[in-house]
C-alpha cells in the first residue's frame, strides 16, 4: 500500500480532486475533518488550545468555536502554527490508524497544510492541486461569501503555491482550462505502476 499526500492552497480544488479519487475507488482520508472531529473529543487538544489561545475558542458546550479560533489563526500566523503543532500529530495518528485497515493499493490523505506541518514524511508521494491565485480567490470568496481581504490574510498564511508545486511528486492543474479527470488518471496510473 501506498499512503498519499493531496494537498494544495486554498480554492485550489484540492477537495474536488479529492472527491475525484474517491469516486474511482480509492479511499480518502480528509484531515481537515478528522481535526475538527479531534478538536472537539479529545480532551488533551481542548486544553491545550484554551491554554495557549483562550477559553473563547471553545463554545461552553465544549464545542470548538470557529469563526472565534478562525479570526485568531488567520490574523496571527504564530497561532495558526500552534494549533497545527497540537492537533496535527494527532491526525496523523489517526491517518496511520485508519490507512492500517483500508485494503486499496493507495490510500489519499486531504490536506491543505501538509508542507507547513510538515507531514509530508508520512506519504510515499504527494500531489498538488493547483491554480492561478485570482482564481482561487474567487473560488474562495464565493464558496464563503466573504472578502477579498479576509481571503487574502488566508492566503499569505499558507505556503507559497509554487512552492508546494515544486516540492511535490506530481501537480493537478485545477484551473478551468486543464481537465482534471485525464490529469487524476494519469497519476493514478503513475502511482500504481512505478515502484
Avoid at 469516486?23 to 488550545?49: C, F, Q, T, W
Avoid at 473560488?139 to 481571503?151: N, Q, S, T
Wanted: charged share 25%; with cysteine.
Amino acid at each position: 500500500m501506498k499512503k498519499i499526500g493531496l494537498t494544495g492552497g486554498i480554492g485550489s480544488g484540492k477537495s474536488t480532486i479529492a472527491q475525484v479519487i474517491k469516486h474511482i475507488g480509492y479511499p480518502v482520508y480528509i484531515a481537515d475533518k478528522e481535526a475538527a472531529r479531534l478538536m472537539n473529543s479529545y480532551p488533551d487538544i481542548r486544553k491545550d488550545i484554551t491554554e495557549r489561545l483562550g477559553a473563547n475558542c471553545y463554545t461552553p458546550e465544549g464545542h470548538i468555536n470557529k469563526p472565534v479560533l478562525a479570526q485568531i489563526i488567520f490574523e496571527n500566523k504564530e497561532a495558526l502554527e500552534e494549533v497545527n503543532r497540537i492537533v496535527h500529530p494527532r491526525v496523523m495518528e489517526a491517518f496511520e490508524q485508519w490507512a492500517a485497515i483500508q485494503s486499496a493499493s493507495l490510500v489519499f490523505c486531504e490536506t491543505a497544510i501538509l508542507y507547513e506541518s510538515g507531514l509530508e514524511r508520512y506519504f510515499d508521494a504527494v500531489i498538488c492541486v493547483t491554480a492561478p491565485e485570482e482564481v482561487r480567490v474567487r473560488r474562495v470568496m464565493e464558496r464563503d461569501h466573504c472578502e477579498l481581504k479576509d481571503v487574502m490574510a488566508r492566503v499569505r498564511n499558507q505556503m507559497d503555491e509554487d512552492e508546494k508545486c515544486q516540492r511535490a511528486n506530481f501537480v493537478i492543474y485545477n484551473d478551468g482550462e486543464h481537465m482534471a479527470i485525464p490529469q487524476v488518471l494519469d497519476v493514478l496510473h503513475k502511482l500504481q505502476t512505478n515502484p
